[in-house]
């Protein structure tokens, strides 16, 4: 809740300003429901990032190759020990709840699961590394392999520095029908990896799947869900001390196991001249690999945010985990069946997309560019200088909020103009735009805030609003000035 009100008074007409903030939650300008193509460049690449200089997605973007999903496919590739594959992330401070829906396809339309071993698609976190230039200086052509340990070349990549969890959906080891998907799940601790996979309560035909990850401090626990209606199945959990408060946190897809050991990329743990290789390289046959990759992963959204209050480590430690091996363990069996799941995963704040596109706008990154920051010290709320299409980078604002007199009969109101964002609803005391809502509340003596106020339409007198898609709303109070020694309306927004 973001409070900002103006309370002209009758007597000695003056203003004043307070403002309280509870804010729902500040990771929900990181969700993205993929509804607009420019949100693609709110994703990091960790190719880009780690200075790899080899993009291994042939498609990547949001809202194009389908409407309202963010398409991705990869090129022959894998994640296994110090084989470093695609990641499309964010990063995250704290705890977390993060929960996408993903349709896990064959390419070009081809019905079935994927078909090549480990091509699969899924929620990956990841501790950052602290590399920018991993590629070969100088550059080497993709079929010279470079020798490990470097010589003649330098990179700042070293081995045994992968650490990450991730529960990916498609085809693992391919011993299942063409018509059955399955998921799996790894862990790897300085590039350790461990893993499993399996089709435990995944249903025949079924390549959609939506994926939950929670982190409360160092615990980490893994859900998943079938079709649009199955019931959430509690997969997995990781004791992680070894990570940093932040973390990556994105969707990664690999596929074609067999096309990494075909082409030296993996001929044991200890191979870094081949995990090397298979890092510094786009895999394709114009590269001159020979390859079969096939997957294509749609995300519906990514939703980031945080746990509720009752997901502590202690309920997390105590779920019952799939993974134990004695039969599929459902959330709703469980402490937090109301707060996981389709209770985080519904909850998807429809104002978080277009809020956090205004916030990049405005030039504001990382925790300037939360839902209850304040960078730029004006006492307003990132979220209420959005509704009000304000600034959030500058104090200097436009006049947003005004108080004037309008005459309606031959009689004078008081009345509080705000500027806010078209398309809303307009009901008693409100005005609804999706789950932002503008409360509009009067007082005679700005304790009890029960006056209800009485919409009416802006005076055209109102300058023009130049930020576009805003008007003005404009309430007055119940009551003519005369009638009343003072009265006050205030304006706040909660989201
Ligand atoms: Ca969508
Ligand atoms: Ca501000
Ligand atoms: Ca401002």
Known sequence: MNRFSLSPLFAAICCCLCCSTTVADDLAPLS????????????????????????????????????GKMRIMPYTTSWYRDL??????????GDFVVTTELDVQRRGGAAGRPVPQFSLGGIMIRTARSITAAAPVPAAAPSTVLPWPPSGYTTEWTPGTENYIFLAFGNAIGNTPANQWSYEVKTTIDSNSTLYYNSLGVPADEGRVTLQA????????????????????????????????????????????????????????????????????????????????????????????????????TTLNALALTSAGAGTRFLSDTALASVLGDAQAVLGPSYTTPLATYLQN???????????????????????????????????????????????????????????????????????????????????????????????TAPSSLPAL???????????????????????LRFWVEG
């Open 362 to 456: 405005s030039g504001l990154s990382g925790s300037d560019a939360t839902t209850s920051a304040d960078p730029d010290g004006d006492g307003m709320t990132n979220i209420t200088e959005w509704a009000n299409g304000t600034d959030p980078s500058t104090g200097t604002n436009a006049q947003h909020i005004r108080h004037i007199f309008v005459e309606e009969g031959g009689v004078t109101y008081l009345a509080l103009a705000y500027a806010r964002l078209t398309g809303g609803t307009e009901s008693t005391n409100q005005y609804q735009l999706g789950d932002l809502t503008y409360h509009l509340e009067g007082s005679t003596d700005l304790e009890t805030w029960d006056l209800q106020p009485v919409a009416i």
């Open 84 to 93: 470093t594959g695609p990641l499309v992330y964010k990063e995250v401070t």
């Open 466 to 488: 130049t930020t576009p898609g805003y008007e003005w709303g404009c309430v007055r109070l119940p009551a003519p000035v005369d009638l009343a020694d003072r009265g006050y």
């Open 214 to 313: 929670v982190r409360r401090g160092n615990v980490f626990v893994l859900l998943r869900k079938h079709g649009p209606s199955g019931d959430w199945i509690v997969e997995n959990r990781y004791t992680r001390p070894d990570m940093p408060q932040t973390l990556q946190v994105g969707i990664t897809t690999y596929t074609d196991w067999n096309n990494i050991q075909a082409n030296s990329m993996f001929g044991g743990n200890s191979d870094f001249q081949g995990q090397y290789h298979h890092n510094r390289n786009v895999m394709t046959a114009a590269n001159g690999f020979s390859v079969n990759p096939d997957l294509v992963v749609d995300a519906e959204y990514f939703r980031f945010q945080r746990p509720d209050s009752s997901i502590t480590e």
């Open 32 to 67: 993205d429901e993929f509804d607009s193509a420019a949100s693609l460049t709110n994703w990091q690449r960790l190719n880009t990032t780690e200075g790899w200089a080899a993009d291994k997605l042939e498609t990547h973007d949001v809202d194009t190759s389908v409407a």
